[in-house]
T-cell receptor, first 112, second 115 residues
Framework: GNSVTQMEGPVTLSEEAFLTINCTYT??????LFWYVQYPGEGLQLLLK?????DKGSNKGFEATYRKETTSFHLEKGSVQVSDSAVYFC???????????FGTGTRLQVTL | DVKVTQSSRYLVKRTGEKVFLECVQD?????MFWYRQDPGLGLRLIYF???????EKGDIPEGYSVSREKKERFSLILESASTNQTSMYLC??????????????FGSGTRLTVV
């Protein structure tokens, strides 16, 4: 079956630090990959996506590259801000079912 | 933009009450989902629906039921609320067949406390 593994948090960084949140997956078929962000007290918002191998998704300074050879989709940002403090979820979808599979989420805390 | 609206942001209910959580989407999506989110457990799928009057159990359906009488509305029902159902509840929707490339659109969530 499909599964997503994310690094455990919380991740605590100082403002302007480099961010990496690891995500690896197991999937049947050729999945699409997503990163969602959840700000405090809110629902999830789609941050970026990649639908085929070697695609790079990007948005708001965040990037992630779909690496089929390592089954990974790591989220990166060059310089984080306090406003990036949130929970980040990695997810995948395949053509075999109507449901996305989510990781357990990684909390990011950015301090001044 | 697709909007998914959950009727309440915060709810407080008593043990044993019947609780209705409502979700409405405005973009003609076929698929709708209910998740609960708990610290350390991530998102767990309760039920989903891929068409009017159609429903399918997710990973944790016990103690819940759902209703989808109209395409735009998907209701989650707690038949007899218990304290272990205190949680954040998230509704989501997607186009049939497009969830793979477009993902889901989520509502803002309902934080339910059962006392």
């Amino acid at each position: 079956g499909n599964s997503v593994t994310q690094m455990e948090g919380p991740v605590t960084l100082s403002e302007e630090a480099f961010l990496t949140i690891n995500c690896t997956y197991t999937a049947t078929g050729y999945p699409s990959l997503f990163w969602y962000v959840q700000y405090p007290g809110e629902g999830l918002q789609l941050l970026l996506k990649a639908t085929k191998a070697d695609d790079k998704g990007s948005n708001k300074g965040f990037e992630a590259t779909y690496r089929k050879e390592t089954t990974s989709f790591h989220l990166e940002k060059g310089s984080v801000q306090v406003s990036d403090s949130a929970v980040y979820f990695c997810a995948l979808g395949t053509g075999t079912a109507s449901k996305l599979t989510f990781g357990t989420g990684t909390r990011l805390q950015v301090t001044l | 933009d697709v909007k998914v609206t959950q009727s309440s942001r915060y709810l407080v209910k008593r043990t044993g009450e019947k609780v209705f959580l409502e979700c409405v989407q405005d973009m003609d999506h076929e698929n709708m989902f209910w998740y609960r989110q708990d610290p350390g457990l991530g998102l767990r799928l309760i039920y989903f629906s891929y068409d009017v009057k159609m429903k399918e159990k997710g990973d944790i359906p016990e103690g819940y039921s759902v209703s989808r009488e109209k395409k735009e509305r998907f209701s989650l029902i707690l038949e007899s609320a218990s304290t272990n159902q205190t949680s954040m509840y998230l509704c989501a929707s997607s186009l049939q067949g497009m969830y793979v490339t477009e993902g889901y659109t989520f509502g803002s969530g309902t934080r339910l406390t059962v006392v």
